[in-house]
């Protein structure tokens, strides 16, 4: 369980404050903060907080990556999207000729990979509500 500076400090570590403001505006030691850092229940509040904010984003995020992978202009930004929105969904080219293409398989590994994302944006919503 979390104390009340520790809560404090979590929301300072995600809004991006230093280490030295959080131990000042709580008047605790730096070394403190430095130790609450490495506090797995810390860890974990600060993992929850990123996820929760990000949850609702990441739908968007996916398909502004698509967008870049198939309509940006710059061939090297199409690659890198291309390239990083496969690696997400752990797409191996098949080797295979199986009357589908590489393009059908990575769009149906990108549905797959927006279904998983929402499933688990509902979960952490249904969590957050069991607290």
């Known amino acids: 369980m979390l104390t009340t500076n520790q809560e404090k400090a979590v929301v300072m570590l995600f809004d991006g404050r230093t280490v030295k403001k959080i131990a000042k505006e709580l008047k605790v ?17 600060l993992r929850k907080m990123s996820n929760d904010y990000l949850g609702v984003e990441i739908p968007k995020l996916l398909k502004n990556q698509l967008k870049l992978a198939t309509k940006s202009k710059s061939e090297i930004v199409r690659f890198y999207a291309t390239k990083d929105l496969l690696d997400r969904a752990d797409f191996v080219p ?3 000729d199986k009357g589908e293409s590489d ?3 990575a769009s149906e590994k990108y549905d797959e990979l927006i279904r998983e994302t929402a499933k688990a944006r509902l979960d952490i919503q249904a969590s957050a509500g069991d607290e």
Do not use: C
Request: hydrophobic share 30%; net charge negative; no cysteine.
């Open 94 to 96: 098949n080797t295979e």
């Open 103 to 105: 393009a059908q398989l």
């Open 29 to 45: 030691t730096e070394r403190t903060v430095y130790n609450w850092k490495k506090d797995p229940e810390v860890i974990s509040a």
